[in-house]
């Protein structure tokens, strides 16, 4: 899968609609004058809004062009809310990308088109190489699904307290001070309860209102990415090494000996 990168950039807002037929051409369904196309993110260049509909298509719409937008090719990975889909169509005004029943089932995208409601989600386009590192590495692969429990205002920051159920396989990973991806924000865990079930981030005001996370209420569902070095070290640790038969080496003392290296 591809990586993305958490940093700063310019940022512009977007809009998203899935659609059911992907030669369905015009982008003209939403009322664009309700957002601010000045407003600018902290972690992620873009924001966007979806409307799920019955359709697996979701199609992306630039208010205005963001700066990466030439660059947008078939087949690339754009993260939304963390998520890493696939560039299945795109034109001057945006792109189309799919949505696996796998994807639908183990992100929060499956909620959001149960709701048919309309939500504002980040988007970050893979990291190329060359591109400033401001965070931690990403894959767009989505390890379980949280929910906000509460966001309290503490001047002039923000402390988020989230919660997941004690068997989601993000748990294992929790560790106070580790790095932990929300809806593809680069965060860092400030603490974690002994179950490792809860945990809290402190987020600086430009974070705060420049991504989706000033849109969630008690309840909103978020999309949770445990650390990659995390998932690995524990592989390495709690799994049984498998064996490999290898053939003996024809290399011993004896070859040494009568090639004049012994």
């Given at each position: 899968g591809s990586s993305f990168l958490i940093h700063i950039h310019e940022s512009l807002q977007w809009k998203a609609e899935p659609l059911g037929d992907m030669t369905e051409q015009g982008f003209g369904r939403y009322d664009i004058e309700k957002f601010d196309p000045q407003m600018t993110t902290y972690t992620f260049r873009n924001l966007a809004t979806h409307n799920p509909q019955p359709a697996r298509n979701l199609r992306i719409r630039y208010l205005s062009s963001p700066a990466f937008a030439p660059q947008v090719e078939l087949g690339d990975s754009i993260a939304v809310d963390g998520i890493c889909l696939t560039v299945e169509q795109y034109t001057s005004e945006g792109f189309i990308v799919a949505t696996s029943p796998e994807t639908l089932q183990r992100t929060t995208l499956s909620q959001?088109?149960?709701?048919?409601?309309?939500?504002?989600?980040?988007?970050?386009?893979?990291?190329?190489?060359?591109d400033k590192i401001g965070g931690h590495f990403a894959t767009g692969?989505?390890?379980?699904?949280?929910?906000?429990?509460?966001?309290?205002?503490?001047?002039?920051?923000?402390?988020?307290?989230f919660?997941?159920?004690v068997?989601?396989?993000?748990?294992?990973?929790?560790?106070?001070?580790?790095?932990?991806?929300?809806?593809?924000?680069?965060?860092?865990?400030a603490n974690c309860n002994e179950q490792r079930t809860?945990?809290?981030?402190?987020?600086?005001?430009?974070?705060?209102e420049q991504t989706n996370l000033n849109y969630l209420q008690p309840g909103s569902l978020v999309n949770l990415e445990a650390d990659i070095l995390g998932k690995y070290v524990d592989q390495l640790l709690h799994h049984p090494k498998r064996s490999v038969s290898t053939p003996e080496s024809e290399i011993d003392?004896?070859?040494?000996?009568?090639?004049?290296?012994?």
């Open positions: 959001l088109e149960t709701s048919g409601q309309e939500a504002i989600v980040n988007l970050e386009p893979s990291l190329r190489a060359g692969h989505i390890d379980g699904i949280g929910y906000l429990e509460e966001a309290e205002s503490t001047p002039p920051f923000w402390t988020l307290r919660q997941l159920p068997h989601s396989p993000v748990v294992r990973y929790l560790v106070p001070k580790g790095s932990i991806a929300i809806n593809g924000i680069s965060l860092t865990i809860e945990f809290s981030i402190a987020v600086i005001p430009l974070t705060y003392l004896s070859f040494l000996q009568t090639h004049g290296y012994a």
